[in-house]
């Protein structure tokens, strides 16, 4: 067989398996889509983690779990139809960037370099920025 043919087939062949991937809803992103997900989710991490309160972002891709009485706080970002799952302590979260509507954490972590939240409330925003801060600074 020539071999102009055979990269035709096999060029053909990958866009039907990836159309398929497609069509199937392989290639939609998951969203988390209430505190009860985001509990469950987290939970499969971090078992002994507590978490008395969930900031789910508008976007419902991410959010930010925090135990009041440990004063620990973890993140948990959908990447694809995945989730990554941290906890957030000094040494992995490098920075943090506030911009009109979205809350910018920046870690020292090679896997999640950056997630974002989408917070339009201004206070809600702010009041997550020094709560975070206070991991920056310390």
Request: glycine content about 6%.
């Amino acid at each position: 067989m020539p071999l102009h043919i055979l990269a035709l087939l096999v060029i053909f062949g990958l866009a039907v398996v990836l159309l398929a991937v497609h069509i199937g809803g392989g290639t939609g992103a998951v969203r988390l889509l209430n505190d009860t997900s985001t509990k469950e989710r987290f939970v499969l991490d971090f078992p002994n983690f507590i978490i008395e309160e969930i900031l789910l972002s508008d976007d419902q891709t991410s959010a930010l779990v925090f135990s009041l009485e440990r004063e620990e706080v973890g993140l948990i970002q959908a990447i694809g139809q995945n989730h990554l799952t941290r906890m957030l302590d000094p040494g992995l979260l490098r920075k943090l960037e506030v911009t009109d509507k979205k809350l910018q954490l920046h870690l020292s972590d090679f896997t999640l370099r950056k997630a974002a939240l989408v917070i339009a409330d201004k206070s809600t925003r702010d009041a997550v920025q020094s709560r975070l801060k206070v991991m920056i600074e310390a």
